[in-house]
T-cell receptor, first 110, second 114 residues
């Protein structure tokens, strides 16, 4: 079945790196996505990775994909207080609909 | 360019009442999606329109939910009659058909059924 799992909470100190993990079950996904939701706002696409890639770097963001283990991670370097938000991973499961995880609430401590 | 907009931002209704949520996608986006997040859980797909046609409504919980997209522009999602378990945040998203199918999300409508 389709299932995407994330840990619910992560707390880091400002300036440290944050690593948010996600596991998924559908190996037919073409793309995997990371979305960010700030309080009162919609979901903002942060980055995505094509399923035949292992890594993608975009400024402070690094996405790692382990297809064998169906594991996706998002690393945020030099985490800032403005990074505090809920982060959702999502897969497209080979169709147009997204399968989302539960979201990880990142809290950045000053 | 305006993003995806949703109305209302919040709605509080009593069990048994009817509520209609509206979504205006980004102009020119043929694909429109509805998702729902129940408190603390994952965001779940409800349905997908291509223009005015329902492409996939496999996520609709039951027949108390009715989605329409007349004319292929904005969409409405009606819940009638609302039940307590319908409380949550309803997100709308739209996309063109680019290779990566990036979906642009609205801010959501928070529905509370008392």
């Amino acid at each position: 079945g389709e299932d995407v799992e994330q840990s619910l909470f992560l707390s880091v100190r400002e300036g440290d790196s944050s690593v948010i993990n996600c596991t998924y079950t559908d190996s037919s996904s073409t793309y995997l996505y990371w979305y960010k939701q700030e309080p009162g706002a919609g979901l903002q696409l942060l980055t995505y990775i094509f399923s035949n890639m292992d890594m993608k770097q975009d400024q402070r963001l690094t996405v790692l994909l382990n297809k064998k283990d169906k594991h996706l991670s998002l690393r945020i370097a030099d985490t800032q207080t403005g990074d505090s938000a809920i982060y959702f991973c999502a897969e497209d499961a080979g169709t147009y609909k997204y399968i989302f995880g539960t979201g990880t609430r990142l809290k950045v401590l000053a | 360019e305006a993003g995806v907009t949703q109305f209302p931002s919040h709605s509080v209704i009593e069990k048994g009442q009817t509520v209609t949520l509206r979504c205006d996608p980004i102009s020119g986006h043929d694909n429109l999606y509805w998702y729902r997040r129940v408190m603390g859980k994952e965001i779940k797909f409800l349905l997908h329109f291509v223009k005015e046609s329902k492409q996939d409504e496999s996520g609709m919980p039951n027949n108390r939910f009715l989605a329409e997209r007349t004319g292929g522009t904005y969409s409405t999602l009606k819940v009638q009659p609302a039940e307590l378990e319908d409380s949550g945040v309803y997100f709308c998203a739209s996309s063109q058909e680019p290779e990566i199918n990036e979906q642009f999300f609205g801010p959501g409508t928070r529905l509370t059924v008392l």
